[in-house]
């Protein structure tokens, strides 16, 4: 019998061509873009606030004299709990300015971990809840389809970048996606406050 040329292609072609033709680059590019107006119009509005109202600076020192620190960490962990409603830009600032701004930008990194672990298994609890499990079926149908196509890689990217991890968790515990590989993969987001916190503490 003579041998096949044909030669076995890479795991990574095959994940390559996979992601290629399910539409995640193309996605991805969307997703950033729609991400980017947002984080322009944040830092417009703080330039804003800056230059013409009050020194930014002096607001978060405001905030860290006359704000006890569990106040502004339980909301904190609120807002990444439910959606992501706050920009975690501004705690990560608010931090820089704390007596110990790598330990409390750690903490706020703990916080945003486990606020999405909180997501996750309100994604798998709502199987509980037919009303509420409809509505986010409809709500959420195509990051929940994006979800089952693409799987961790899409807790990586909500985990990494600008885009909503409280969604990505939601969406990942409606489809039982196995909880180890999830909090596995959500730990980039750990990551991605220590790039932040460089950033913005070389910023202030």
Known sequence: MAKSNSTKKPRWKLLHQYYTYTGFYSFL????????????????????????????????????????????????????????????????????????PWTYLSILAVLSYTGGILSYFFGRGVASIPSVFVYLEVKMAKHIKNMRKWGGLLIIVGALLPLPFAISSIAAGIIKFPFGSYILFGLLRLLRFAIYGLMIFGAM
């Open 29 to 100: 590019g969307r997703s950033l873009l729609k991400a980017t107006p947002p984080i322009v119009i944040f830092i417009a509005v703080l330039l804003g606030i800056h230059f013409f109202v009050m020194d930014v600076n002096s607001m978060l020192d405001y905030v860290t004299n006359n704000f006890p620190d569990y106040g502004v960490f339980a909301v904190f962990f609120a807002s990444e709990s439910i959606l992501g409603l706050i920009p975690p830009e501004i705690f990560i600032a608010w931090s820089g300015k704390s007596s110990m």
